[in-house]
């Protein structure tokens, strides 16, 4: 008897600091599964996989780091037999040399970082395919099925190219997956590259599109407009400006300009003049939103009604970033352009998503982003068109046509 067929589609949101993976069973319900790393855990969420690579130093093989104590504490026995003999307590480590920065270099281009960042993407496959096998085998949507994997992984609206960076991190996608076939990934084999085309449909999505598919799906034709977005993770913000533009098939959104820095939750925690970051993310927005008004959608009717902004990622809760986008940023850059009609902004929030999860609470805004990844490629492909800001041109500001006619040769 020929078994049936289920699919299942991986999210992959590789974060600077962190990644989250979850996984769909497409065409089935709307389940959501959350991948628990519970034995490469760092922090008491589960969910969260620090984007960190670990060598064994004595098996010479490539693994997720393990956050656990490298040196076991002595039992009371054996101190005691140190203290009137001459046996020495053995310390029993796990030898490891970790990497980190994994995806911060790649996008700076840094030796080896497409190499090391190819090996995560392929153990957090591995991992998250077994994990879901194992602990979903006896369930009845599992049962006598043949699994059908795909995956999609998230890349920041700033380096979405449809000619340059997106290939880039396409092929990295490709190339990791045929890695993860592999039983070991050691210093012998993990610059390797397999360039064949995998055996399964895989796709890289803007960021910033997979958070806001929830609320494009809920709002219908009401979603359709300019927007300013501000994606506050651990390790970078990325702010963009998009347009959502609705035809009969599907919904196009348009990168106006994008800007991505060293400015997450981590960084201002870390920094010991926080003044300076604020600063810096101010800058980041201003010269976003400046750009955008100037140059980009000049005649968007956002600009006299408030522009809808979209804050989200696991450092959306930071109060300084909040007074700056709300206060410093409002004070400062609205008297610079109240009199080309901006008045300020309009907060959009995101509808938090149900996920299948049975260790622990979990923060839907750190997870909107995979969540967002776990559709079909052919949902992506038929449903949504996404531009690059280098598709399309500046806008006069003269230029009294409308948006869709401005940009009917891209959209």
Partial sequence: MEKEILDLCIGLDIGTSTTKV??????????????????????DATYLLPTKLAINLETKQFELPLYRIEQEIPSFFERLASKFSKVSISEKTHKQKILENLKVNFMNNEENSADYLRVFIALVIQYSKEWFVKKYSNRDFMKNKEIIWSINMGIPSAKFSSTGDNKKYLNLLKTAYNLSK???????????????????????????????????????????????AIDIGAGTTDICTFRIHRNESADIYSF?????????????????????????????????????????????????????????????????????????????????????????????????????????????????????????????????????????EDIPIKQKKEFEEITKDVC
């Fill in 22 to 43: 979850v996984i769909h069973p497409l065409f089935a319900d709307d389940s959501f599964f959350v991948v628990d790393f519970e034995k490469d855990k760092t922090e």
């Fill in 182 to 228: 592999k039983s070991k990934i050691d210093l012998n084999n993990y610059k390797k590259i397999d360039n064949s085309d995998p055996d399964i449909e895989y796709s890289v999505i803007p960021e910033i599109v997979a958070a806001v598919s929830s609320f494009v799906t809920q709002e219908d034709s009401a979603a359709q407009g300019l927007y300013c």
């Fill in 256 to 392: 106006f300009k994008s800007s991505v820095l060293e400015l997450g939750a981590d960084r201002y925690y870390e920094a010991t003049n926080k003044g300076n970051i604020e600063k810096s993310f101010f800058k980041q927005l201003g010269s976003v939103i400046w750009r955008t008004k100037i140059n980009r959608d000049p005649n968007a009717d956002e600009w006299e009604s408030y522009l809808p902004l979209i804050i989200c990622g696991g450092g959306s809760y930071i109060k300084a970033y909040k007074e700056v986008i709300y206060n410093y940023e409002r004070d400062i850059l609205i008297k610079q352009l109240s009199h080309r009609g901006f008045k300020g902004y309009r907060n959009i929030l995101l509808p938090d998503t149900q996920y299948i999860h049975t260790s622990e609470s979990i923060d839907p805004k750190r997870l909107l982003v995979a969540q967002g990844l776990c559709f079909s490629t052919d949902f992506y492909d038929d449903m949504k068109k996404y531009y690059a800001e280098t598709e399309i």
